[in-house]
């Protein structure tokens, strides 16, 4: 009967190999230390730039948010609950506002804005393309193992789309997922009141500038929402306000026409008639008033819905890099170099023990 074998593994024994071998770790350990000082050097710096922004807690603020949910599609989906309660209350909570920002449609209209670099323009569309492709690691990667992906990608156009269908190359869809991790977003969880974006440039200033472009776009875009009824009715207002002065001057004439002819006159016709284009002119006179009234409420009530934002914390435009740590790479792949070496010996020395009981001849 033949007993099946089982391969024992002496720890200590593949330590004391380790240690007789240690040359080989030690060289594969620099080999790792040296990439290593390589990628540290030609990584390039970044910078953070963050603005907190105090949203209000009023009435009615919730208004917009249907129309939000429809213009960036794929919200309604992203588990964000509205109750009738928040309905009731009126309130948008900041909590929707990371889902806004990092929307597609919001994207790419960042992108596509001009940023202004010394006496440089270029939108920021093609400033990351610039950087990514200029960036030593990058060409590297470019020509090894992204070299299929570089020969059959298309090239890269001028602009992004910035209304839907958004049809997207894959080089651009690279380069909005590069933008998306660069931007960070966080909300105070105890209030929900209050938003910092943080962003992440390989340019301090376009940093700052990014920062300030979401929050600008984020305002533009809120208010929109928040008065676009309040608007409406103003302009419907203001052009039946147009229509019944129109009618109004019409009726002052008639009238101040019709008198002007029969000062001398006395007969109930003319009284009659008088008393007609007297009535016409008096609800002319109350339609016009009325309308101008309104039109006066109209204004004050889109300045009330118009939502209230404070910055808390400005973003400023920062001095100090916030990555690479480049003691940290070395010692990461200096590490990772020796751990390598380690598992070479290892598994070579549970091959050898391999074959040496199972192949070993009787």
Not at 127 to 151: R, V
Not at 253 to 264: E, H
Request: hydrophobic letters at 40%.
């Amino acid at each position: 009967m033949q007993t099946s074998k089982k391969l024992e593994i002496d720890i200590v024994e593949i330590l004391l190999e380790s240690w007789q071998r240690r040359k080989l770790i030690l060289k594969i350990s620099f080999i790792f230390f040296i990439l290593g000082v390589f990628v540290a050097i030609f990584t390039r710096n970044e910078y953070k730039s963050e603005i907190t922004i105090l949203f209000e807690s009023s009435n009615n603020s919730l208004s917009g948010v249907s129309g939000l949910l429809k213009k960036y599609g794929g919200l309604a989906g992203a588990g964000i609950n509205i109750s009738n309660n928040q309905e009731d209350e009126g309130f948008i909570s900041p909590q929707l506002y990371p889902k806004l920002i990092l929307s597609t449609p919001f994207l790419l209209n960042i992108l596509n804005d001009t940023i202004e670099i010394g006496n440089y323009k270029t939108s920021l569309y093609k400033y990351l393309d610039k950087y990514n492709s200029s960036a030593i690691l990058s060409k590297i990667k470019q020509y090894t193992i992204g070299l299929p992906q570089f020969l059959f990608t298309d090239e890269l156009v001028d602009t992004l789309p910035q209304k839907p269908p958004y049809k997207l190359t894959k080089k651009q869809l690279g380069l909005l997922k590069d933008f998306k991790g660069r931007i960070k977003i966080m909300t105070d969880e105890e209030t929900s009141l209050t938003l910092t974006v943080s962003v992440m440039m390989p340019d301090p200033l376009v940093s700052e500038k990014i920062a300030n472009q979401i929050l600008n776009n984020l305002t533009d875009y809120l208010i929109e929402y928040k008065t676009e009824k309040a608007k409406q009715y103003l302009n419907f207002i203001s052009d039946r306000l147009v229509e019944a002065k129109t009618h109004f001057s019409i009726a002052q004439n008639n009238l101040a026409k019709f008198r002007d002819k029969n000062k001398n006159v006395i007969s109930m016709e003319f009284k009659t008639e008088e008393e007609n284009l007297q009535a016409e002119y008096n609800l002319a006179f109350d339609i016009y008033s009325t309308l101008a009234q309104q039109l006066e409420q109209a204004k004050i009530e889109v300045q009330k819905n118009m939502p209230i934002f404070k910055v808390i914390s400005p973003a400023n435009i920062p001095t100090v890099k916030e990555k690479p740590h480049r003691i940290l790479i070395v010692i990461g792949f200096t590490c990772f170099g020796f751990i390598v070496g380690f598992m070479i010996i290892f598994f070579k020395s549970v091959l050898m023990k391999y074959k040496s009981e199972y192949f070993a001849p009787n």
